[in-house]
């Protein structure tokens, strides 16, 4: 006769808090995973709304220009251009040092020398000069070039 009987209303009561506790953490995790992609829509949309060009950007008291039958709205020309677009690669910086027999050169000094030949020596103009090859031979003090890869020839240095 020694035995304690627990009242019901105790397990109805644990039920009820580990309800609540499940309940409870499924509305804060369900609100986050539901903003994050409105969030990310919001910035899609500041994101293009920043690339259109002032012309297309709407302006207070302005009615919107009519529409030409058979032409593209001008959004749909700009999403064409951003997909074509691709990132450069900064370009290497490079300078090139010749030195031989206590003289140095860089190579827009040859470059500049090769081009005073082709326009003083030549009597070329300067916009037809295009692409030049240079080769330097120093033990003989000779530069010897190709220009437009046509005009072959050698100038001392």
Known sequence: MAEIKMPAAKPEATKAADT????????????????????????????????????????????????KPGRKPAAAKKETAAKTTTTRKAAVKENVHLEFAGKSYTSEDLVKIAKDVWKYDLKKKVGDFKAVELYVKPEESIVYYVINGEEKGQFNI
Do not use: W
Request: glycine fraction near 2%.
């Open 20 to 67: 609540k506790t499940t309940t409870a953490a499924t509305p804060v995790a369900a609100p986050a995973a539901k903003t994050e992609p409105v969030e990310k829509a919001k910035e899609e949309v500041k994101e293009t709304e920043a690339k259109k060009p002032a012309a297309e950007k709407k302006k207070p008291g302005r009615k919107p220009a009519a529409k």
